[in-house]
């Protein structure tokens, strides 16, 4: 395939910088704007090309030298390349950016990003493959794996886990290696970052709320960390494992249910709420709904619920700022936009963490 001089415009989500030929976009891994490069296209289709670079013509003062001998094979990591500041700045960028386009927001109150204390180190678990006598992750765009001694995005403990496993001969399988401090359910992968994020939503509602919903709760990380603030506290999960390990240290306020947050109403009615109880009643007052979906975001059902049961506080915590600016472009009918506060729970890559919190 042929080889292109291009000009790096832009770093689209997934972390690929973007540079055109025609006005067609090419997108070129392991590069930054501003950068002169030229990259051999390796897929074109009609409205856009996929490259490999193959070399930095001219490169960008935010160049930086990357801490893993696997970048750039290895599938997990887009931005070892990129000095920390900088990769902070484009992940900001890209939810601006993503909010006005998919989202239609106009003056949108986004707050500075709040960084990972630890740029590298920071995986309190990883989940790594073995086949055949290799053990590690998939390789970029691929089924193959590479074989990984470290890895240097996670925390010591996790790759002394790694070295036990890889002397065990371990036979062919997944394989998730934690920390004793990160729990068997879902949890939160930055231990520093995931402390930033309960902090800010605890600052982020006032004292003295009647009820909360946690809805995606997990193990209740945020509804145990509100409870000071709430009369009753309600979580839903359809992982009964996380619902049974909220339940473990539960208090008389906290109540926890194993379902579907489509199903909410329902949930919050089997709860037997009594005067508390929801429903579609708009006036409830001081009625706060956090919301912590997976990257798919809000399935619709659940979006119509959110407007027909208008909680005074809506506090939406996202891991995919597309879904969340496509969500947030429906609730912004019946709620405005008080704050919006990326993270970056996930140095060296292409992730982003983001808050949203919203009044009726
Ligand atoms: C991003 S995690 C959030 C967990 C929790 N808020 C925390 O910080 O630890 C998403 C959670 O949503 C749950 N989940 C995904 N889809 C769901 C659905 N439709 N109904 C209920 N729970 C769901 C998963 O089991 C997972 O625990």
Request: include cysteine.
């Amino acid at each position: 395939m042929r080889v292109a001089d291009l000009k790096i415009e832009d770093i689209g989500f997934g972390g690929k910088g973007v540079g055109r030929e025609q006005g067609k976009a090419i997108f070129v891994p392991y590069t930054i704007e501003g950068e002169l490069v030229s990259a051999e296209i390796v897929r074109e289709k009609k409205q856009f090309a996929e490259a490999e670079l193959v070399e930095v013509k001219a490169s960008s003062p935010h160049r930086v030298a990357p801490e893993c001998p696997y970048f750039g094979r290895c599938g997990g990591c887009a931005y070892q390349h990129i000095a920390y500041e900088h990769q902070l700045a484009i992940k900001w960028r890209q939810v601006r950016d993503v909010l006005q386009r998919i989202g239609k927001l106009k003056d949108i109150p986004l707050r500075p990003i709040i960084p990972s204390p630890k740029p590298y180190g920071y995986r309190n678990r990883i989940t790594v493959h073995a086949q055949d006598g290799v053990i590690g992750f998939f390789r970029r765009d691929s089924h193959r794996l590479i074989d990984v001694e470290r890895c240097p995005i996670s925390c010591d403990e996790v790759n002394r886990e790694l070295t036990d496993l890889r002397g065990r001969n371990p036979r062919d399988g997944h394989y998730t290696l934690r920390t004793s401090s990160s729990r068997r359910v879902f949890s939160q992968t930055n231990d520093e970052v995931a402390d930033a994020l309960r902090d800010l939503i605890v600052d982020l509602v006032p004292p003295n709320q009647d009820l909360l919903i946690d809805a995606y709760c997990g193990a209740g990380f945020f509804a145990k960390a509100l409870l000071d603030k709430f009369e009753r506290v309600v979580g839903i999960d359809w992982d009964k494992f996380a619902i049974a390990a909220a339940k473990e240290d539960a208090t008389e306020k906290e109540t926890y249910i194993a379902g579907d947050v489509a199903d909410v109403e329902a949930a919050v009615s089997a709860a037997n709420l009594g005067e508390l109880r929801v429903g579609t009643r708009a006036t409830t007052p001081n009625t706060t709904l956090i919301v912590d979906p997976p990257a798919t975001g809000l399935s619709a059902n659940v979006r119509h619920s959110i407007l027909d049961l208008v909680p005074t506080t809506l506090i939406y915590v996202s891991c995919n700022p597309a879904t969340l600016a496509r969500d947030v472009k429906e609730l912004h009918e019946k709620f405005t936009i008080n704050s919006i506060t990326p993270l970056d729970m996930f140095p060296q890559t292409a992730e982003i963490e983001v808050v949203v919190d919203l009044h009726a």
